[in-house]
């Protein structure tokens, strides 16, 4: 059974999908955590995949980041753009979800994608969230395991699209802007067409509707600039490793990371590996793309689903 809602959570505006079991209540609650942008239309079908790869007995529930929900903007919120909400607020929101919306007493997995696997490292380092099994202390709310695809924890400045996209950012910002505001000239029939066309893979596979529908949402003026400034506070901020909680909880996380990928390069796999040799962290070996959504968000739930269902059906530590 699949829900939407529209929530405020530490007074930011949130998406929240829900898909679970009909006739049972859920044995476990898969949270995944998309990256940014994080407009819901761009990762139901992700979910919707996970649900059907993990057998439909576990609930798979997802947030944006806060005041990334896909609500109406007013001409007064369009011309007179709001803050974003930092990184900090972003943290504190993932946190009061957690309290306030997960139950007690029921296993929990939280998947994390780009940069909100560094959210999830900050999370579990402020101790927002308890690491553990249910039975190590009845009826809390304790996560049993984390998950990191794609994961954005270090150093963006100096890969190889953080050096690109911050230069673009600082300058180019505004320019960004006024095409998109441009773009509210022309009704959303005519954006579909063209926007589906130019996203259309090179092997002639087009983006699903949803997701087409993600990127008009996202390509509005008040949501592409809440994404952008976002971007550049990561590409500022992301810096150093949090390797001293990664060691001290590898036993409970899973690092998963793309073989081509401008934001977290495979030599950040490498690096990890020898600072953390017993790390579960493995290497793509199916070529999926940083934004695995736009075309392949059916492959990325059979990998996941498959690392999730045990150690035995986990990928090959690939070199």
Known sequence: MEKFRQISVDGLHTDWLTIEPVDR????IVLFLPGNPSLMNFYKQFCRELFRELGGTKAVWSITMGDQ???GHSFKE?????????LEKQLKHKAKFI???IPDGIKVSIIAYSISCYLLLALVKKKD????NLEDSAGAKLIDSLYFIFPVIERMRDTPLGRIILPALWYFTWLILAAAFIALLFPNKIKFPIIKRILTSSTGTPPQDQFVTGVIEMIHPVMLKRVLNTLQEEIENVK???????????????FYYGSYDGFCPKKYLFELRERVPDVNAYLCKDSLHHVYVTHT???MAHIMGNIMEGSEKKPQRTM
């Open 25 to 28: 209540q859920p044995e476990e």
């Open 99 to 101: 309290d306030q919306y």
């Open 297 to 299: 968000s059916g492959q």
């Open 129 to 132: 969230v308890s690491i553990g």
């Open 69 to 71: 929900a896909a609500t």
């Open 240 to 254: 150093e490793l949090d390797i001293a909680t990664i060691e001290h909880n590898r036993q409970k996380m899973v």
């Open 78 to 86: 369009t011309v007179s753009l709001a803050p974003t909400p930092s």
